[in-house]
């Protein structure tokens, strides 16, 4: 009498673990190409919301000008007024400060490397607030001292965006200056501000 052989659970099973393998390395590409992280997914590890707002990107580097007592901007306000105040009396979507440490002084004429860049957490009321009261520049320039420190070659921009909007701020570190957005200009300096701002990764007002 002849016994049927059983088959071996192993090799009927094989075939169909080796598929669902397959396909799970499949979904799982898929998945990975859909998420790449271009820093527009806030949910991706390194990724941002700010981070990918380019329109908020500092520039490499900030043109210092001989004899500029306004400091510069990359650009003059897009997609919104800047002739009326230095910044609108409503709050920005975004806002960040880019640092340039390794100015000269106010004399010299240099392209300073960007340092670094802090986008600003938590509330901007504050920086509306003062921002935005900036007077206009009118009148005779004041007397200012003419000692200078070491803060004085530290420059800075406030980049503020207003959904597709944009406008940039000068707060040059020489402490004669003012500042500008390219259409308005103040001569409140708004340097120490920057710095504080900076370093703390939120509005700060400082004297």
Known sequence: MAFQQRPDPSRTLAP???????????????????VKNDGSNPDVAGGTSVAADKALACPRAYAQTRGDANG???????????DDALVPDQTPTHAVVCAYLAGAEPSVTKSVALTGRSVLAGSL????????VAPR???????????????????????????KATLWVSAPGYHCAGSTNG?????????????ASYAAQKWVAAN
């Open 137 to 163: 520049i009118s009148g005779a320039k004041p007397a200012c001292a003419a000692l200078l420190t070491q803060a004085d070659t530290r420059n800075y921009l406030f980049g503020l965006s207003y959904g």
């Open 183 to 195: 259409s308005f200009t103040t001569r409140e300096n708004l340097a120490n501000h920057a710095a």
């Open 125 to 132: 009321t504050g920086l509306v607030r003062t921002l935005s």
């Open 72 to 82: 510069w901007v990359p650009l003059r306000p897009r997609g919104l007024n800047g």
């Open 16 to 34: 169909v673990l080796g598929a669902l393998a397959i396909a799970a390395v499949a979904l799982i590409a898929i998945f990975t190409i859909g």
